[in-house]
């Protein structure tokens, strides 16, 4: 397992400096719910895209414990880096595993969604058929129900 110390090392984090921190905690409470907000307002039309939301309001609400709790600010390689210094300072297997499955799951849509630019494939490419729409408007609502709002309700509990 990585060590925090390491990580300093290699420069993929760093100690908040005091005269940024009120910056820092302000710009990733406001990203975290303007990312979730989006996620839910795109249920329905762009669920690919709620998803993606859905998983930025978990990646950054963990930003902002990270920099509450321990004045860790994550530099580099920042998606990686982030669930690993998480693995070293909290020991809740399900919160890890939350934002583990998050992050495949971001990772999983975002290739699709680059492989499909680079082919210049159409709308339909993404979305198929009405039941496919319908396939991933259900993943999306699971999504947030399962993954994204219990892994923020987690969180908020260890920021207390």
């Known amino acids: 397992m990585v060590k925090i110390e390491s990580l300093m090392k290699e420069k993929r984090i760093s100690k ?16 975290y719910k303007d990312n979730l907000e989006h996620s839910e307002a795109n249920m329905t039309s762009f669920p690919r895209w709620s998803i993606i939301s859905g998983y930025y309001a978990m990646h950054d609400i963990t930003k902002l414990f990270l920099a509450k709790q321990f004045m860790i600010k994550i530099d580099f390689n ?9 693995k070293q300072l909290i020991k ?17 849509l975002a290739n699709d969604l680059a492989e499909a630019k680079e082919e210049r494939t159409s709308v339909q490419y993404y979305t198929g058929t009405n039941f496919m729409k319908e396939e991933y408007k259900k993943k ?21």
Do not use: P, Q
């Open 16 to 31: 908040i400096n005091e005269f940024e921190v009120g910056r820092y905690l302000n710009f990733f409470e406001n990203s």
């Open 92 to 108: 809740n297997k399900e919160i890890i595993k939350l934002i583990e499955d998050g992050y495949e799951e971001f990772i999983s």
């Open 78 to 86: 920042v998606h990686i880096t982030t669930i690993e210094v998480l």
């Open 140 to 160: 999306a609502r699971d999504f947030n129900e399962n993954n994204v709002l219990k892994y923020i309700s987690k969180i908020k509990e260890l920021m207390k």
